[in-house]
C-alpha cells in the first residue's frame, strides 16, 4: 500500500524590509516621500515599511534591505548609531542635502560651534555636539546618493524600485541648465544679471528657481565635474563681490567637496 503524497506547502515569501531613519535635518525629505501619495502606496504594497517614524509607530529591528538615511552627523550619538545603522543594512542610501553634504547648518564648520551654540542656548552646559555638521558618508560607506533639498520624490521612488528589481538607480549628473533649456527658461545670469549656482549644480530640481528669476542655490550639490573657478570668476565679473560668491556656495550644499573649496579660494581673496 503506498503512502499518501503530502502537499507541499509554497514557500511563503517574505517582502523585503524598508526603513526610513532621520539624523539632523528638517524631515522634508521623509515628507516628500509621503507626498508621493499613490506611488508611496504601490512600494508599500512591494516591501515591509519595518521603520518609518515619520509615518507610523510601528518600528521592527533590522536587519533591513533598504535604508534610506535623512539628515547629517551632527551629534556624538550619532557616530555610533549610524554604524550600527550601516551593519544592519543591504543597501544604504543617503538621501538629501544633509545627508549626502551636511546640509545648510553645516555653516557652523567655518566657525567655532560653541559661539553658535552661546548665542541660542540659555544652558549651553547642557548640549553635547559635534565641531561639525558632516555627511554620513563621513563615517560609513553609503550605497547611493540621492541629492535635494529636498529630495525628489520621482527620483527617490525610481531608487528605491531599481534597488528593489535589483537594478543600477541611476540620477542625472548634468547641470540645472540642461533643465532650464528644456523648459525654455531665460538664463537668470544673462538676460538680469542674478547670481545664480545652476552651471556647476546637478540636475535635479526641474529648475525651479530659476523659472521664477531666482539664481539657483545649488541644493543638489555639485554636479559630475564641475568648473567651479570659472563661474566664480563670471559672478565677479559681473558685479558680484567675493563674499556674495562665498555666501552662494556655501548654501544648502555647502560642505560638498567641490563647492566648499570653492569657497575656501574665494574666501582667500577677501584677506
Not at 528657481?209 to 559681473?238: K, W
Amino acid at each position: 500500500m503506498k503512502a499518501p503524497k503530502r502537499k507541499i506547502k509554497p514557500e511563503k515569501r517574505t517582502k523585503p524590509k524598508l526603513a526610513v531613519i532621520k539624523f539632523t535635518s528638517c524631515d522634508g525629505c521623509q515628507l516628500s516621500l509621503l507626498d508621493a501619495e499613490d506611488a508611496l502606496l504601490d512600494v508599500a504594497d512591494a516591501v515591509e515599511i519595518a521603520y518609518f517614524v515619520e509615518a507610523r509607530d510601528r518600528r521592527l529591528p533590522g536587519p533591513y534591505d533598504v535604508t534610506l538615511v535623512e539628515g547629517s552627523i551632527s551629534m556624538p550619538e550619532h557616530i555610533e548609531q549610524i554604524q550600527e545603522i550601516r551593519e544592519q543594512s543591504k543597501f544604504l542610501i543617503a538621501i538629501g542635502a544633509c545627508a549626502t553634504a551636511g546640509g545648510i547648518q553645516a555653516l557652523r564648520n567655518w566657525r567655532n560651534v560653541d559661539d553658535f551654540v552661546r548665542m541660542v542656548y540659555a544652558h549651553p552646559e547642557y548640549i553635547d555636539t559635534l565641531e561639525t555638521s558632516t555627511p554620513i558618508s563621513e563615517y560609513v560607506q553609503v550605497d547611493f546618493e540621492l541629492r535635494g533639498c529636498p529630495i525628489n520624490k520621482h527620483q527617490l521612488l525610481d531608487v528605491v524600485t531599481s534597488l528593489l528589481i535589483g537594478k543600477q538607480p541611476r540620477t542625472p549628473t548634468y547641470s540645472v541648465c540642461m533643465e532650464c533649456k528644456r523648459r525654455g527658461t531665460p538664463c537668470v545670469m544673462v538676460s538680469k544679471g542674478v547670481p545664480c549656482l545652476g552651471p556647476v549644480t546637478q540636475a535635479g530640481c526641474n529648475a525651479i528657481c530659476p523659472s521664477v528669476n531666482r539664481g539657483c542655490f545649488g541644493c543638489y550639490g555639485p554636479m559630475e565635474a564641475p568648473n567651479t573657478e570659472s563661474l566664480g570668476q563670471h559672478l565677479l565679473d559681473i558685479g558680484a563681490a567675493p563674499g556674495e560668491v562665498v555666501r552662494l556656495f556655501r548654501n544648502f550644499s555647502g560642505y560638498a567637496e567641490d563647492f566648499r573649496l570653492a569657497s575656501d579660494a574665494f574666501e582667500e581673496m577677501m584677506a
